[in-house]
């Protein structure tokens, strides 16, 4: 079985699938500042490699895939403060998000699941509100959160210790996915071992204030493509197996 990919696909493409078994996948990003060596679009590029594992994992299972084309506006209020950073309110992509269910909905999908490569504790809440709504109007839904457990534990020691950003974990992943986009500069940036995930709990608003002048932080000179290939089939794995139980009557 095949994966749609619904931005490239004819209405009569989608006609053709079991709309009323299939997984509607929804990647989600962000537009922003990722160190001097990684492209704005780092975090969308990630969630679609994401999407395209887990699809490829689902549809040899037999399940039909619709992976919808990415969101790769959303809150970022971290980043806000570099160029190039687009962000929008958290009420615009919960709105954004509802009403992407609600159209899956009226073409007859039940299925949906919301992957996340952009971690802004804004932009979380604002999905888990609308996972909130979209499964109160009957949609199934599932978000495989990578800041909680069970799947942070898949990601390797940096995307644990929460000096990830454009670190080694997304400069691998980009490597792998995009090399072209990954400038050469990454090479001789010293190691940022100041975790985000502790400056968050500790109250910090952006990324200047958590410790990263240049908007990253761990280790992205050590990097590499093989890591990086690694980390999407672990990303595939995650997607399919919190899909799973929006699967368990079929």
């Known amino acids: 079985m095949t994966v749609c990919w619904l931005a490239t696909a004819t209405y009569e493409e989608v006609a053709a699938l079991d709309r009323t078994h299939a997984v509607a996948i929804v990647p989600l ?3 922003e500042a990722h160190g001097p060596h ?11 490699a994401m999407a395209r594992s887990g699809a ?43 009403d992407v269910a609600d159209g899956l909905a009226a073409h007859g999908f039940s299925r949906m699941v919301l992957v996340s490569a952009h971690l802004d504790p804004e932009h979380l809440g604002a999905v888990y509100e609308a996972v909130e709504t979209i499964r ?7 978000f495989p959160d990578l800041t909680r457990k069970p799947w942070a534990l898949r990601l ?14 997304e400069t691998s992943l980009v490597l792998a996915e995009r090399p072209d986009l990954v400038r050469d ?29 240049q908007a990253y932080f761990g280790w992205p000179a050590d990097a ?20 799973l139980p929006l699967l368990a009557d079929d």
Do not use: Q, Y
């Open 29 to 31: 990003g962000a537009t």
């Open 38 to 48: 990684l492209p704005l679009s780092t975090d969308v590029i990630i969630a679609e």
């Open 56 to 98: 490829t994992r689902l549809a040899l299972r037999g399940v039909p895939v619709a992976v919808l084309p990415s969101v790769a506006l959303t809150p970022v209020p971290f980043a806000a403060a570099f160029p190039g950073t687009l962000g929008v309110r958290s009420a615009t992509l919960v709105a954004l998000l509802e």
């Open 136 to 142: 109160a109007d009957g949609m199934r839904v599932a």
């Open 156 to 169: 390797g020691d940096e995307f644990l210790s929460g000096a990830c950003h454009a670190g080694r974990f």
């Open 185 to 213: 500069t990454r090479k001789r940036l010293a190691p940022n071992p100041k975790s985000l995930s502790e400056a968050i709990r500790a109250g910090r608003r952006t990324f200047a204030e958590a410790g990263g002048p």
């Open 224 to 243: 590499t493509a093989e890591e990086g290939r690694t980390l999407v089939d672990a990303l595939g794995a995650i997607l399919e197996e919190a899909t």
